[in-house]
Every structure is written in C-alpha cells, then in structure tokens.
C-alpha cells in the first residue's frame, strides 16, 4: 500500500517562499510519476506540477516561473519550491502519484494521494 505524506506547509507573507515535501512509503515510487494539486474549500482541485519518473516536468501557466517540483529518487521524495508566493496560492496542497510514469494534469491520472498541507499566504 502506498502511503504519501506531505510537509512543509505553513503560514507566509506574500513574496515569501516555502518548500513543500512529499514523502512517500510503501513501495518504490521511482517508476511513477508524482504530481501536486492544490484545493481551495469549495473549488475543484488544481494541477500545480509533475515530474515524470524520467525528470521531466510539466507546470501549470500560472506558476511556471515560481515554482520547481524536483524528485530524489534515492529517498522516495518529491517537493515543490514555491516562491514569491501571493495570496491567491493559499490552498491545501497535495503531492499525488501515478503509476504511469509520464507527466500528466489530470486529477484521474494518479492513483495516490496524500491527505494535504495548508498553505497560506498573507497579503
């Protein structure tokens, strides 16, 4: 069973950075592709980034120059660097994978999913 659990979230001023984690268990996820999604309470959830399991990624437009998903494969990772972060970031953030190895937007793609982080930014 795959178990994804992220950290990293937390409350910053706009401009600010933070890093986001994913951590994953239960298997090698080396072959998935891994993605983050975000949620605003009463949206539909929203592509972010993905990494395939070859390194290539795939941003959504709004956040192309801000923010970087990476992955190390050694220690089962992914995270997501967001900076200069704006108020309209804040969201529940989730690190998702996929056992198809190659990047994807789609929500239905991905298999797994971790239970969120909240990110908030200030104004």
């Known amino acids: 069973q795959v178990q994804l659990k992220e950290s990293g979230g937390g409350l910053v001023q706009t401009g600010g950075s933070l890093r986001l984690s994913c951590a994953a268990s239960?298997?090698?996820?080396?072959?998935?592709?891994m993605a983050w999604f975000r949620q605003v309470p009463g949206k539909e959830r929203e592509f972010v980034a993905a990494?395939?399991?070859?390194?290539?990624?795939y941003y959504e437009s709004f956040e192309s120059e801000r923010f970087i998903i990476s992955r190390d494969n050694a220690k089962n990772t992914v995270a997501l660097q967001m900076n200069n972060l704006k108020p309209e970031d804040t969201a529940i953030y989730y690190c998702?994978?996929?056992?198809?190895?190659?990047?994807?937007?789609?929500?239905?793609?991905?298999?797994?999913w971790g239970q969120g982080t909240q990110v908030t930014v200030s104004s």
């Open positions: 998702a994978a996929a056992k198809r190895g190659v990047v994807a937007p789609e929500a239905s793609m991905y298999q797994y």
């Open positions: 990494i395939g399991f070859d390194g290539g990624t």
């Open positions: 239960g298997r090698d996820l080396n072959t998935y592709a």
